[in-house]
C-alpha cells in the first residue's frame, strides 16, 4: 500500500490485512515497553487544516509507538493562514524529508490531490477531507465491531452477516461514508437512519437501506451495531431540523431506546459526543458502549496504517 | 537437486536431545520460558515445550509461547511490507525466568539480533539461550547457539528447506542450490 485515501477502493484482503496488524499493534500497548523501533529515522507530519486534537493526538501517539519523529503542522497560525498554497506547504514538507503525511482538510478530496501531484513523495494518509471520508475511523470501527463479535479469534475474520445502523447527521459525515464502504467490503449490512433532510442526495444509489423513523428501524431490524453520529454544529448552517430537542426526541439513543436494544448489541461513537442531544449519558457510559474501546483501538489503527505505508521498500510499495 | 539432510526421526531425535539438554542446563524446567520465532520456529517450541513436559512431569504447563520480530528486524526498508505475526508470551511473564529462544535455522544471525531487541522490550529475563534445529553457518553478527539439532555447513548458494507437518504436511530437511544459481 502506498497511500490511505478511501475505503472506497481498499480491498478486502488489505483491509482483513490492516485489521489482523492492528491486533498485534494492540497487543503492543499492554506492554510495559509501549514502544517498537520499527518507524525510526522516518518523520511522519500531521498537516491539519482542521482542527482536530483526538484525531490528531491518535496519530501522533501511534507514530510514536513505532519510533517515527512526529512534526504537527496545523493551518492556524501557520504559512498556511498567510496564504500559502497546499503545492507550497506540500514542497516545503517534502524539502524537509517528510515520509509520511497525514493530512486532515476541510476540501474532500485535498489527500488525493497531495498523493497524486508529484509534489510530494511521502506516502499520504487521509485524516478526514470534508464531507468525502476518514478511512481510518471506518478502520477502527471494524476493528472494534470485530473484537466485540469474534473476541480473540477475531484474526483474519470479515463481518459476515453484521448488521449496522448508522444515526445522525448522514449528510455531513465522512464516518458513514467511509463506514459505508468498508462495512459492504467486510460483509455488513448497513442501515443509515436519519432526519430526510440530512441524508445526502445520491445516497439512494449506495448499497445501504435509508429509514427515518428511529424507533421502526430499531424495532424492524434488532441491529448488532447501533453507531451514533454526533450533531456536527459547526456545519450546520441551515435549518435542518426545528431544534436539538426535537432532534434528540426523535433521533438520540436515548435511555428507553437503550433499554430496548437486543442485550448484546453495541453502541458506537466516533467521538466527540454530545451528551444529551445524539446519545444520552446512560447509553454513552453504558457496558454496551465502545466509545472508549473505539480511541484505544484507534491508535492500534494507526499505527497498522502507518506500518504499512512506511515501513516496506518504497519501490515495491508503488 | 534436493538432497534430504534431515528425515522426520533425525528431526524428533535431533528435538528430544534439546529438550534433555534444555533441562540439564537449567537444573530442571522451574523458570523456564520457550519462545518460538514465527513461523517453523514456534512449532519447535511447541514439540520441544511437550517433551519437555513428558520428561518432567511436574513441569508448569504455560511456558511455551511466540515472538515475532517483524517490527524489529533491520532489513524491513529493503523488502516489500511484511505482516507482522503474533507474539505471545506465557502468563507468568518472562522478568526473571530462563528464556529459550527456538528458530529453524541460524544463518546470519540478524534474526536472533531482532529477538533480542524484542525479548528486551518484554521484560528482563535472568538469560536468554538460542535452540535452533539447524545451524548452517555464515554469521555476520557474534551470536551463537547454545543448543543445535544438526550443524551443517553449507554454502550461500545453497538453500535450507525445513518443512514441518503442522505447517508443510511432510518433515524433513533438504538442501539444494537456490534458484539463479544453478548454471
Known amino acids: ?318 | 537437486m534436493a538432497r534430504i539432510v534431515l528425515q522426520n526421526s533425525d528431526i524428533t531425535r535431533a528435538l528430544t536431545r534439546i529438550s534433555h539438554e534444555i533441562l540439564e542446563s537449567n537444573r530442571g524446567a522451574d523458570d523456564l520460558v520457550i519462545l518460538g520465532i514465527p513461523t517453523r520456529g514456534v512449532v519447535l517450541a511447541e514439540r520441544i515445550g511437550a517433551q519437555i513436559r513428558q520428561i518432567e512431569p511436574g513441569a508448569p504447563v504455560d511456558i511455551v509461547g511466540s515472538l515475532d520480530v517483524t517490527m524489529y528486524r533491520d532489513d524491513l526498508a529493503h523488502h516489500p511490507t511484511r505482516a507482522p505475526q503474533r507474539t505471545r508470551v506465557p502468563s507468568d511473564g518472562i522478568d526473571g525466568k530462563t528464556v529459550v529462544l527456538v528458530d529453524d535455522v541460524l544463518y546470519s544471525g540478524r534474526t536472533i539480533r531482532a529477538a533480542l531487541d524484542a525479548i528486551g522490550d518484554l521484560g528482563r529475563p535472568r538469560a536468554v539461550r538460542l535452540a535452533v534445529l539447524v545451524d548452517r553457518g555464515h554469521r555476520e553478527l557474534p551470536i551463537r547457539a547454545d543448543f543445535v539439532g544438526k550443524n551443517l555447513p553449507s554454502s550461500t548458494d545453497e538453500r535450507i528447506n525445513v518443512r514441518l507437518a503442522e505447517i508443510d504436511g511432510n518433515e524433513e530437511v533438504s538442501l539444494d542450490l537456490a534458484t539463479g544459481a544453478i548454471s
Open chain 1, 1 to 318: 500500500m502506498r497511500h490511505l485515501l478511501s475505503t472506497r477502493d481498499l480491498l478486502r484482503e488489505d483491509a482483513i490485512g490492516l485489521l489482523d496488524i492492528a491486533e498485534d499493534m494492540s497487543e503492543v500497548q499492554n506492554r510495559e515497553v509501549k514502544k517498537l523501533p520499527t518507524l525510526r529515522g522516518k518523520t511522519v507530519v500531521n498537516l491539519f487544516f482542521e482542527d482536530s486534537t483526538r484525531t490528531r493526538t491518535s496519530f501522533e501517539v501511534a507514530a510514536k509507538r513505532l519510533s517515527a519523529d512526529v512534526i504537527n503542522f496545523s493551518a492556524k497560525g501557520s504559512s498556511v493562514s498567510k496564504g500559502e498554497s497546499l503545492k507550497d506547504t506540500a514542497q516545503t514538507l517534502a524539502a524537509m524529508g517528510a515520509d509520511g503525511v497525514v493530512i486532515r482538510h476541510s476540501a474532500s478530496g485535498a489527500p488525493q490531490v497531495l498523493a497524486q501531484s508529484g509534489w510530494i513523495d511521502a506516502g499520504v494518509v487521509n485524516a478526514g477531507d470534508g464531507t468525502h471520508e476518514h478511512p481510518t475511523q471506518a478502520l477502527l470501527d471494524a476493528f472494534t465491531m470485530r473484537r466485540r463479535i469474534h473476541g480473540d479469534a477475531a484474526r483474519g475474520r470479515d463481518l459476515d452477516g453484521v448488521s449496522v445502523m448508522i444515526v445522525g447527521d448522514v449528510l455531513h459525515s465522512r464516518v458513514a461514508r467511509s463506514n459505508l464502504w468498508l462495512l459492504e467490503t467486510l460483509g455488513a449490512h448497513v442501515t443509515f437512519v436519519a432526519p430526510a433532510t440530512l441524508v445526502p442526495v445520491g445516497a439512494s444509489t449506495w448499497p445501504v437501506d435509508i429509514r427515518y423513523d428511529l424507533d421502526v428501524a430499531l424495532a424492524e431490524v434488532r441491529p448488532d451495531v447501533v453507531m451514533m453520529l454526533r450533531i456536527q454544529q459547526e456545519r450546520m448552517n441551515a435549518a435542518f431540523f426545528p431544534t436539538t430537542r426535537e432532534y434528540a426526541r426523535q433521533w438520540g439513543l436515548d435511555d428507553e431506546r437503550l433499554l430496548a436494544l437486543r442485550p448484546d448489541s453495541i453502541v458506537m461513537h466516533p467521538g466527540p459526543m454530545n451528551r444529551g442531544l445524539e446519545i444520552s449519558s446512560r447509553a454513552a457510559d453504558s457496558a454496551q458502549s465502545t466509545v472508549i474501546e473505539q480511541v484505544a483501538n484507534g491508535v492500534s489503527i494507526r499505527m497498522a496504517v502507518l506500518y504499512s505505508l512506511l515501513s516496506g521498500d518504497r519501490e515495491a510499495r508503488s
